[in-house]
């Protein structure tokens, strides 16, 4: 669900709420995962296909559906971002099963995951209950990857739309990769400004409490958290702060009113 604002007018609140109809197309997006690898490792690729067609709509649509039914929710900040690395992951194993992906494109894209898993820890003990919003940068790999595998799978038939099918595959997890480790660098930099950030608020106030404005070169601890595009968790945060220049701000977790700290959701 995109928790970013669709009217311009501020952030639409993020609420608690589970039974949402958002939420309920993300559940039926992640019940399609051992369907969708049971086809793919059967060979029913044309049925396999149709499952990956649904998901994507679906994933379309829980965004649509969260802000124009203000229904916007942290489990779907979870929900969104799980079902679109499950569908990867099932796709990696069944098409490296069958041979048409190599083993080494799985080992880069397991790789960039474990890359970025050190990121949460770090984040919750700077103070904030969860990870970066989603970059868009990710998500466009996430998006590049996910027209890449149905291409390929469709490759691995025979004749010419097999051939186009394959040449097109490869260029997009091609294209997919490289914005997938991209978004890693760049989850990295702005974890690296607030880990200063923090430094420099403690050095300032070694007897006190954190000030409550923004922390020099990093957002705001109290701040409030748009979830970049986020759809079910979907989401199309803003980039780094600085490094690299063509990075944009990334929005900040948003405490409660209790103290409580609501997290983004997890990088892609």
Known sequence: MDAETGTGTGPEPVTGRIWTVPNLLSFARLLGVPVFLWLVLAGHDWWALGVLVFAGLSDWLDGKLARALNQTSR???VLDPAADRLYIFATLVGLTAREVIPLWLVLVLVGREAAITPIVPIMR???YAGTLPVHFIGKAGTMCLLYAFPLLLV???????ATAARVGGW????????????AAVLYWAQTVQLARAARAETGANPDGPA??????????????????????????GGPGRGDPPAAAPLPAPE???????KGAETPR
Request: charged share 15%; glycine share 22%.
């Open 211 to 236: 000030p409550d404005g923004p922390a020099p070169d990093g957002p705001a601890r109290n701040g409030s958290v748009p979830d970049g595009s986020a759809r079910n968790g979907s989401v199309q």
């Open 155 to 161: 490759g691995d038939h025979h004749g010419w739309w």
């Open 255 to 261: 405490r409660g009113a209790a103290g409580d700290q």
């Open 125 to 127: 003990r700077l103070g």
């Open 171 to 182: 260029a997009f997890a091609i294209w997919g990769v490289g914005l997938y480790w991209w």
């Open 75 to 77: 489990l779907g900040t």
